[in-house]
C-alpha cells in the first residue's frame, strides 16, 4: 500500500479516535456526577453522626438530672440504663465518625469532646455513687456545677463539629460544580485542538516522507564506496517505515564492521596462541637433555629470559641445610654480582623469600635506580620491570625465578610464564624423584643384608604394630566422640553468650525505663515538697514543715538510690566514661571543706583535711570521679560516727597497683594515697570482705540502725578500678575505719608547699566550721538573689509543653511565685500549634518522653521555623541516661536538665537564658 494511502488512511483513524475520546470523557463526566452523588451521601452521613452526638449529649445530661432529682429506685436504674445505652450510641457515632473523617480539625475536636465525655461519665459516675448508696441523699453544688460547665462545653464541641461537616459538605458541592464545568469547557476545547493538530500532523508528515526517502538512498549508495571497518550510518529522524529501514541498514552495517573486527581478533588471537605453543614446545623438547637439576635450570633460564624479552635472569633451588630451608642460586641469565651477594634467602627473606613464603607472583613495575643493573661490554642500565615466580609442585614451592626486563610484560609473555612453570615444577619434582630414586635404590642394595638379617625382627613388630594400631583405632573413635562433645558444649556456650548479651541489653533498657518512670513522679513529689518547705504563706505550722521536709529528704533519698543503680549499672555494663584531665589538689581540697564543713559543725565532729607539703599542685585523673569517691568514703565516715573526728590525709605512697598484686609481687610505684580515717563504730574482720559488694552492708538485717543501699562502696571500688587505682580497708570494731584510695601518681608539675588545715587550725574556730556570720551573710545574697531571679522571670511567658499533669501543676504552682505567665500543652505537636498561637512566648520547658510526638521532634518542628531560632527551650527528661544529654541539644535545645528538678537550677538556667535572649 502506498504512503499516501496510508496517510490518509491514518487520517481517518485520528478522527474515529477523537470522536470515541469524546465519548470516554462524556462518560467520565457522567460517572463524577455519580462521585457527586457519592459524596454528598458521605457528607450527610457525618452530619447525621455529629447530629447524633450532639442529641446524645443533651440526653445523657436530662437523664442524669432525672437521676439528681428523682430518689425512687425503679426511677433511677431506668435512667442509669437510659444513660448508658447514650453512651453507647455517642462512642459508636463518634468511631464512625473517626473512621470516615480524617481532617486535623474534626480530629481536634473529636480528641477534645472524648476528654470530656471522660471528664464527664466519671462525674456522673460519682453521682450515680451517691444515688445508690443513698437516694436521697443531696449532691453537692460544687458536683453539679462541674456537670454543667462539662456538658455545656460537651454540647458547644458537638456543635462545632455538626457545622463544620455541614460547611465541609457545601465545600464539596461548590468544588463538584465547579469541576463538571470545567470538565465540560476542557472536551470542547480538547476536540478542537485534537482535530487540529491532526490536520497539521498529516501534512507535515507527506512532506517530510520524501526527505526522508532521498536522504535514505542517498546514504546506501555511498555504502558501496567505504570500507568494511567505517560504513556509513542512517541518522533516524521517525520511527515509521523509513526509520524502521534505517534502522535495519544501520544495524547491518554495524553488524559487518563487528564480523570484520572479530575476523581480524580471531587472526591475532591464532597467531598468539602458535607462537605460545611454539615456545612451551621448545622449552619441553629441552627438559629431556638435562642429566640433572644445575643443567636443568641452566638451560631452562637461558631459554626463557629471551623468549620473554628479558635481559636478566636467576634460578633458586629450594635446598635444605639442617633444620633451615633456604633459596639458593644455582643458574642465572646475564646476571651480574661482583660482591657475590644475594646468593641465597632464608623463607620469608627478602622478595624471593617472600614470593616462596606466600607461593604468589611478585610484580615490581616501577624500579628504583641502583636497584640493580644489566651490564653489558658498552655499559650498564636499571632495568623497568622485574618479575618474581614461583615454581611449584601439588603446592609445594620447589624454586623461585626472578627476571628483569627493560620492557614492561607483555599479556602474552605473562601468560607463556603462566604456562611454563607448573611443566617446569612437575619436571623438576620428576627429576627430584628420580634422583631420590636412585639414592635409595643404593641404599637398598647396601642394606639388603642388614634387612634380611633383621626380617624376623620386624614380623615381630609387625604383629606389635598391629596391636598398637588397632589401640589407635579405638582412641580415635573416642576422640570422636569427645570431639562432638565438645562441639556440642561450645554450641550450648555460644548460645549462653548470645542470651546473656540479649539479657544485658534488655538490662540497659529496663534502667532507662525504670528512670523516665521513677523520676517522673518524683519530679512532681519533690517540687512541690520543696515549695511547701519554703511556707511562702506561712500558714504551715512547725509540725507540718517538719513533715514536709522529712517527704522531701525521702524523696531526695531515694533519687540518690536511683543514681547509685545506674552508676552501678554503667560500671558493670563498661559505658562509664572516664575523662583524665589536669585536677588541682587545692580545688578538691576546698571542694571537700565546702561540702562537709557544716555537716561536721551539725554533728560536733572535729574535720581536718590534711595535704602532705611535698605533693605537686595538680595531678591527672577524672575529677568528677574522684569527688565521688570521696563525698562517697567522707558520707560513709560521718554518718557512722556519733563523736571523735573524721580526717582526709593525701600523700605520696610507694604502692603496688591491683595488677602488680596479681601477677607480679617485686615490683612498687609511686602513688597519690586518698586516706579517709573516722573514729567511729569500724567493721568487724569478718564482714570487710563483703561490704564493697552491692546491696552489702556491715550490718544487713532488719533492725540495723543505719539505713542505706549497700551500693557505694562497690561503685567507688569499681572506679577506682576504672581511675588505674584500688582500694584498701582497714577497720576495727569499736575504734574506727581507715578507707584508702590509690591512685596513679601523673605529676603535671614541680611539687610545691601546699596549705595545711591542721597548720591554720587555730585561724578561726580551727578552721573547720562556718560562722554564723557567715551564713547570715549566705543568707543575704541568696535572698538578693531570688529578688534579682524574681524581677527577670516576671511577666515573661514561658510555655510547659509536658503529658504528665502531675509536672504541669507542680511547675505552674512553682512559677506562679515569680508572677510569670503560663500557657501549657499536653504532647509536642499541641506544644507546636500553642507556640503558633503565642508567638511571644519568651522561653519553652519541653518534656523529652511524650506520646504522639515527643521532645526531640518537637524541638527539631520548632527549630525549622526561623521565627524562633533564638528561642530559649530547655530539656526536660526523666531518662536520664549517658546520652540523654547529646541527644536532647543535638535535636536543638538550648540547655538541659534531669528530673526530678532542682527548683534553684532550673530557675537559675531560665534567668541565664532570658538575659542572655533580651541581651
Same mark, same amino acid.
Given at each position: 500500500?502506498?504512503?499516501? @494511502?496510508?496517510?490518509?488512511?491514518?487520517?481517518?483513524?485520528?478522527?474515529?479516535?477523537?470522536?470515541?475520546?469524546?465519548?470516554?470523557?462524556?462518560?467520565?463526566?457522567?460517572?463524577?456526577?455519580?462521585?457527586?452523588?457519592?459524596?454528598?451521601?458521605?457528607?450527610?452521613?457525618?452530619?447525621?453522626?455529629?447530629?447524633? *452526638?450532639?442529641?446524645?449529649?443533651?440526653?445523657?445530661?436530662?437523664?442524669?438530672?432525672?437521676?439528681?432529682?428523682?430518689?425512687?429506685?425503679?426511677?433511677?436504674?431506668?435512667?442509669? $440504663?437510659?444513660?448508658?445505652?447514650?453512651?453507647?450510641?455517642?462512642?459508636?457515632?463518634?468511631?464512625?465518625? !473517626?473512621?470516615?473523617?480524617?481532617?486535623?480539625?474534626?480530629? #481536634?475536636?473529636?480528641?477534645?469532646?472524648?476528654?470530656?465525655?471522660?471528664?464527664?461519665?466519671?462525674?456522673?459516675?460519682?453521682?450515680?455513687?451517691?444515688?445508690?448508696?443513698?437516694?436521697?441523699?443531696?449532691?453537692?453544688?460544687?458536683?453539679?456545677?462541674?456537670?454543667?460547665?462539662?456538658?455545656?462545653?460537651?454540647?458547644?464541641?458537638?456543635?462545632?463539629?455538626?457545622?463544620?461537616?455541614? &460547611?465541609?459538605?457545601?465545600?464539596?458541592?461548590?468544588?463538584?460544580?465547579?469541576?463538571?464545568?470545567?470538565?465540560?469547557?476542557?472536551?470542547?476545547?480538547?476536540?478542537?485542538?485534537?482535530?487540529?493538530?491532526?490536520?497539521?500532523?498529516?501534512?507535515?508528515?507527506?512532506?517530510?516522507?520524501?526527505?526522508?526517502?532521498?536522504?535514505?538512498?542517498?546514504?546506501?549508495?555511498?555504502?558501496?564506496?567505504?570500507?568494511?571497518?567505517?560504513?556509513?550510518?542512517?541518522?533516524?529522524?521517525?520511527?515509521? #517505515?523509513?526509520?524502521?529501514?534505517?534502522?535495519?541498514? $544501520?544495524?547491518?552495517?554495524?553488524?559487518?564492521?563487528?564480523?570484520?573486527?572479530?575476523?581480524? &581478533?580471531?587472526? !591475532?588471537?591464532?597467531?598468539?596462541?602458535?607462537?605460545?605453543?611454539?615456545?612451551?614446545?621448545?622449552?619441553?623438547?629441552?627438559?629431556?637433555?638435562?642429566?640433572?637439576?644445575?643443567?636443568?635450570?641452566?638451560?631452562?633460564?637461558?631459554?626463557?629470559?629471551?623468549?620473554?624479552?628479558?635481559?636478566?635472569?636467576?634460578?633458586?633451588?629450594?635446598?635444605?641445610?639442617?633444620?633451615?630451608?633456604?633459596?639458593?642460586?644455582?643458574?642465572?641469565?646475564?646476571?651480574?654480582?661482583?660482591?657475590?651477594?644475594?646468593?641465597?634467602?632464608?623463607?620469608?627473606?627478602?622478595?624471593?623469600?617472600?614470593?616462596?613464603?606466600?607461593?604468589?607472583?611478585?610484580?615490581?613495575?616501577?624500579?628504583?635506580?641502583?636497584?640493580?643493573?644489566?651490564?653489558?661490554?658498552?655499559?650498564?642500565?636499571?632495568?623497568?620491570?622485574?618479575?618474581?615466580?614461583?615454581? &611449584?609442585?601439588?603446592?609445594?614451592?620447589?624454586?623461585?625465578?626472578?627476571?628483569?626486563?627493560?620492557?614492561?610484560?607483555?599479556?602474552?609473555?605473562?601468560?607463556?610464564?603462566?604456562?611454563?612453570?607448573?611443566?617446569?615444577?612437575? @619436571?623438576?619434582?620428576?627429576?627430584?624423584?628420580?634422583?631420590?630414586? #636412585?639414592?635409595?635404590?643404593?641404599?637398598?642394595?647396601?642394606?639388603?643384608?642388614?634387612? +634380611?638379617?633383621?626380617?624376623?625382627?620386624?614380623?615381630? +613388630?609387625?604383629?606389635?604394630?598391629?596391636?598398637?594400631?588397632?589401640?589407635?583405632?579405638?582412641?580415635?573413635?573416642?576422640?570422636?566422640?569427645?570431639? !562432638?562433645?565438645?562441639?556440642?558444649?561450645?554450641?550450648?556456650?555460644?548460645?549462653?553468650?548470645?542470651?546473656?548479651?540479649?539479657?544485658?541489653?534488655?538490662?540497659?533498657?529496663?534502667?532507662?525505663?525504670?528512670?523516665?518512670?521513677?523520676?517522673?513522679?518524683?519530679?512532681?513529689?519533690?517540687?512541690?515538697?520543696?515549695?511547701?518547705?519554703?511556707?511562702?504563706?506561712?500558714?504551715?505550722?512547725?509540725?507540718?514543715?517538719?513533715?514536709?521536709?522529712?517527704?522531701?529528704?525521702?524523696?531526695?533519698?531515694?533519687?540518690?538510690?536511683?543514681?547509685?543503680?545506674?552508676?552501678?549499672?554503667?560500671?558493670?555494663?563498661?559505658?562509664?566514661?572516664?575523662?583524665?584531665?589536669?585536677?588541682?589538689?587545692?580545688?578538691?581540697? %576546698?571542694?571537700?571543706?565546702?561540702?562537709?564543713?557544716?555537716?561536721?559543725?551539725?554533728?560536733?565532729? +572535729?574535720?581536718?583535711?590534711?595535704?602532705?607539703?611535698?605533693?605537686?599542685?595538680?595531678?591527672?585523673?577524672?575529677?568528677?570521679?574522684?569527688?565521688?569517691?570521696?563525698?562517697?568514703?567522707?558520707?560513709?565516715?560521718?554518718?557512722?560516727?556519733?563523736?571523735?573526728?573524721?580526717?582526709?590525709?593525701?600523700?605520696?605512697?610507694?604502692?603496688?597497683?591491683?595488677?602488680?598484686?596479681?601477677?607480679?609481687?617485686?615490683?612498687?610505684?609511686?602513688?597519690?594515697?586518698?586516706?579517709?580515717?573516722? @573514729?567511729?563504730?569500724?567493721? =568487724?574482720?569478718?564482714?570487710?570482705?563483703?561490704?564493697?559488694?552491692?546491696?552489702?552492708?556491715?550490718?544487713?538485717?532488719?533492725? /540495723?540502725?543505719?539505713?542505706?543501699?549497700?551500693?557505694?562502696?562497690?561503685?567507688?571500688?569499681?572506679? =577506682?578500678?576504672?581511675?588505674?587505682?584500688?582500694?584498701?580497708?582497714?577497720?576495727?570494731?569499736?575504734?574506727?575505719?581507715?578507707?584508702?584510695?590509690?591512685?596513679?601518681?601523673?605529676?603535671?608539675?614541680?611539687?610545691?608547699?601546699?596549705?595545711?588545715?591542721?597548720?591554720?587550725?587555730?585561724?578561726?574556730?580551727?578552721?573547720?566550721?562556718?560562722?554564723?556570720? =557567715?551564713?547570715? @551573710?549566705?543568707?543575704?545574697?541568696?535572698?538578693?538573689? #531570688? +529578688?534579682?531571679?524574681?524581677?527577670?522571670?516576671?511577666?515573661?511567658?514561658?510555655?510547659?509543653?509536658?503529658?504528665? *499533669?502531675?509536672?504541669?501543676? =507542680?511547675?505552674?504552682?512553682?512559677?506562679?511565685?515569680?508572677?510569670?505567665?503560663?500557657?501549657?500543652?499536653?504532647?509536642?505537636?499541641?506544644?507546636?500549634?500553642?507556640?503558633?498561637?503565642?508567638?511571644?512566648? %519568651?522561653?519553652?520547658?519541653?518534656?523529652?518522653?511524650?506520646?504522639?510526638?515527643?521532645?526531640?521532634?518537637?524541638?527539631?518542628? *520548632? /527549630?525549622?521555623?526561623?521565627?524562633?531560632?533564638?528561642?530559649?527551650?530547655?530539656?526536660?527528661?526523666?531518662?536520664?541516661?549517658?546520652?540523654?544529654?547529646?541527644?536532647?541539644?543535638?535535636?536543638?535545645?538550648?540547655?538541659?536538665?534531669?528530673?526530678?528538678?532542682?527548683?534553684?537550677?532550673?530557675?537559675?538556667?531560665?534567668?541565664?537564658?532570658?538575659?542572655?535572649?533580651?541581651?
Amino acid at each position: 500500500m502506498k504512503f499516501r @494511502t496510508k496517510l490518509y488512511a491514518s487520517t481517518g483513524s485520528i478522527v474515529v479516535l477523537i470522536s470515541i475520546s469524546v465519548i470516554i470523557l462524556m462518560n467520565m463526566l457522567e460517572q463524577s456526577m455519580v462521585n457527586i452523588d457519592v459524596v454528598v451521601t458521605d457528607k450527610y452521613e457525618r452530619i447525621n453522626m455529629a447530629s447524633t *452526638i450532639k442529641y446524645e449529649t443533651v440526653n445523657i445530661a436530662r437523664e442524669l438530672r432525672e437521676v439528681t432529682v428523682n430518689q425512687s429506685n425503679a426511677t433511677l436504674t431506668t435512667s442509669i $440504663n437510659a444513660l448508658e445505652e447514650s453512651n453507647i450510641n455517642i462512642n459508636r457515632a463518634m468511631e464512625s465518625l !473517626e473512621r470516615i473523617d480524617n481532617k486535623g480539625k474534626s480530629r #481536634e475536636l473529636m480528641t477534645k469532646y472524648k476528654v470530656l465525655h471522660e471528664t464527664y461519665l466519671a462525674t456522673a459516675q460519682q453521682v450515680i455513687a451517691i444515688k445508690k448508696t443513698d437516694p436521697k441523699a443531696a449532691i453537692q453544688p460544687q458536683l453539679l456545677n462541674d456537670l454543667k460547665l462539662t456538658r455545656e462545653r460537651m454540647v458547644q464541641l458537638a456543635e462545632l463539629l455538626r457545622g463544620l461537616q455541614e &460547611q465541609e459538605m457545601k465545600n464539596e458541592l461548590y468544588r463538584s460544580r465547579d469541576t463538571y464545568h470545567w470538565v465540560v469547557s476542557t472536551i470542547y476545547f480538547y476536540l478542537a485542538i485534537s482535530l487540529s493538530l491532526g490536520i497539521g500532523f498529516i501534512i507535515w508528515i507527506i512532506r517530510g516522507m520524501t526527505k526522508n526517502l532521498n536522504h535514505v538512498t542517498t546514504v546506501m549508495k555511498s555504502a558501496t564506496n567505504s570500507s568494511l571497518d567505517a560504513l556509513p550510518r542512517i541518522e533516524i529522524f521517525s520511527k515509521d #517505515e523509513i526509520g524502521a529501514i534505517a534502522a535495519a541498514f $544501520n544495524k547491518m552495517v554495524s553488524k559487518l564492521e563487528a564480523h570484520s573486527k572479530r575476523e581480524k &581478533q580471531l587472526k !591475532e588471537e591464532a597467531g598468539e596462541r602458535n607462537w605460545l605453543k611454539s615456545k612451551i614446545a621448545e622449552i619441553l623438547a629441552m627438559y629431556p637433555g638435562a642429566k640433572d637439576v644445575q643443567m636443568l635450570a641452566e638451560l631452562f633460564i637461558s631459554k626463557l629470559v629471551p623468549m620473554v624479552g628479558a635481559s636478566n635472569g636467576v634460578f633458586y633451588m629450594k635446598t635444605v641445610e639442617g633444620t633451615e630451608q633456604y633459596l639458593k642460586k644455582i643458574a642465572a641469565y646475564a646476571f651480574f654480582n661482583p660482591n657475590r651477594e644475594f646468593e641465597r634467602f632464608r623463607l620469608g627473606e627478602g622478595l624471593i623469600g617472600q614470593c616462596a613464603l606466600e607461593k604468589q607472583p611478585i610484580f615490581i613495575n616501577q624500579v628504583p635506580e641502583n636497584y640493580i643493573r644489566i651490564r653489558s661490554g658498552m655499559g650498564g642500565a636499571t632495568p623497568k620491570n622485574i618479575i618474581i615466580l614461583p615454581i &611449584q609442585n601439588e603446592d609445594e614451592v620447589l624454586a623461585v625465578i626472578e627476571i628483569a626486563s627493560f620492557e614492561s610484560f607483555s599479556p602474552s609473555q605473562i601468560k607463556l610464564l603462566e604456562e611454563v612453570i607448573p611443566t617446569t615444577g612437575i @619436571t623438576l619434582k620428576s627429576m627430584f624423584n628420580h634422583m631420590k630414586a #636412585e639414592r635409595l635404590l643404593q641404599e637398598s642394595q647396601s642394606l639388603t643384608e642388614e634387612l +634380611q638379617a633383621q626380617s624376623e625382627e620386624l614380623q615381630l +613388630q609387625q604383629e606389635e604394630l598391629r596391636t598398637t594400631n588397632e589401640q589407635l583405632e579405638e582412641q580415635y573413635a573416642a576422640s570422636v566422640l569427645k570431639k !562432638e562433645e565438645l562441639e556440642k558444649v561450645r554450641e550450648q556456650l555460644e548460645e549462653k553468650a548470645q542470651q546473656l548479651e540479649i539479657s544485658s541489653q534488655y538490662k540497659s533498657e529496663f534502667l532507662a525505663n525504670m528512670s523516665h518512670e521513677l523520676r517522673t513522679p518524683l519530679n512532681s513529689l519533690l517540687i512541690l515538697a520543696q515549695i511547701l518547705s519554703e511556707n511562702g504563706e506561712g500558714n504551715l505550722t512547725a509540725k507540718q514543715e517538719e513533715y514536709i521536709r522529712t517527704i522531701y529528704s525521702s524523696g531526695n533519698d531515694l533519687l540518690h538510690l536511683i543514681n547509685d543503680i545506674l552508676d552501678l549499672a554503667k560500671v558493670e555494663s563498661g559505658k562509664l566514661d572516664v575523662i583524665h584531665r589536669e585536677v588541682d589538689l587545692h580545688g578538691v581540697e %576546698d571542694f571537700i571543706m565546702m561540702q562537709f564543713s557544716p555537716i561536721a559543725y551539725k554533728k560536733n565532729i +572535729q574535720f581536718i583535711v590534711h595535704v602532705e607539703p611535698d605533693l605537686p599542685s595538680s595531678f591527672y585523673t577524672d575529677e568528677h570521679r574522684l569527688q565521688q569517691i570521696l563525698k562517697n568514703l567522707l558520707s560513709n565516715a560521718f554518718k557512722f560516727t556519733e563523736s571523735g573526728s573524721v580526717t582526709l590525709v593525701v600523700r605520696k605512697v610507694m604502692k603496688e597497683t591491683a595488677w602488680q598484686q596479681i601477677f607480679v609481687n617485686n615490683h612498687e610505684e609511686l602513688m597519690l594515697a586518698f586516706s579517709v580515717i573516722d @573514729t567511729g563504730i569500724g567493721i =568487724a574482720r569478718e564482714k570487710q570482705g563483703t561490704i564493697f559488694d552491692a546491696f552489702k552492708q556491715a550490718d544487713g538485717t532488719t533492725s /540495723r540502725k543505719y539505713g542505706g543501699t549497700g551500693l557505694g562502696l562497690s561503685i567507688c571500688r569499681e572506679i =577506682a578500678y576504672l581511675l588505674g587505682g584500688f582500694m584498701e580497708l582497714t577497720s576495727e570494731v569499736g575504734k574506727g575505719s581507715n578507707f584508702t584510695l590509690y591512685l596513679p601518681y601523673d605529676q603535671v608539675n614541680e611539687p610545691k608547699e601546699v596549705k595545711s588545715y591542721m597548720k591554720e587550725a587555730s585561724a578561726s574556730l580551727e578552721n573547720k566550721y562556718y560562722l554564723p556570720e =557567715a551564713t547570715n @551573710t549566705m543568707d543575704e545574697e541568696d535572698s538578693s538573689n #531570688e +529578688q534579682l531571679g524574681k524581677s527577670s522571670l516576671k511577666d515573661k511567658k514561658v510555655l510547659i509543653v509536658d503529658d504528665d *499533669i502531675r509536672n504541669v501543676y =507542680a511547675l505552674t504552682i512553682a512559677l506562679e511565685k515569680y508572677e510569670m505567665e503560663i500557657i501549657v500543652a499536653d504532647n509536642g505537636r499541641e506544644g507546636i500549634e500553642v507556640l503558633h498561637r503565642n508567638p511571644d512566648t %519568651d522561653i519553652i520547658l519541653m518534656d523529652i518522653m511524650m506520646p504522639e510526638m515527643d521532645g526531640f521532634e518537637a524541638i527539631r518542628t *520548632i /527549630r525549622s521555623n526561623h521565627k524562633f531560632i533564638s528561642l530559649p527551650i530547655i530539656a526536660l527528661t526523666a531518662k536520664a541516661m549517658k546520652q540523654a544529654r547529646e541527644e536532647c541539644l543535638d535535636a536543638g535545645a538550648t540547655d538541659y536538665i534531669s528530673k526530678p528538678l532542682n527548683l534553684d537550677q532550673l530557675f537559675s538556667l531560665m534567668h541565664v537564658w532570658l538575659y542572655r535572649k533580651e541581651g
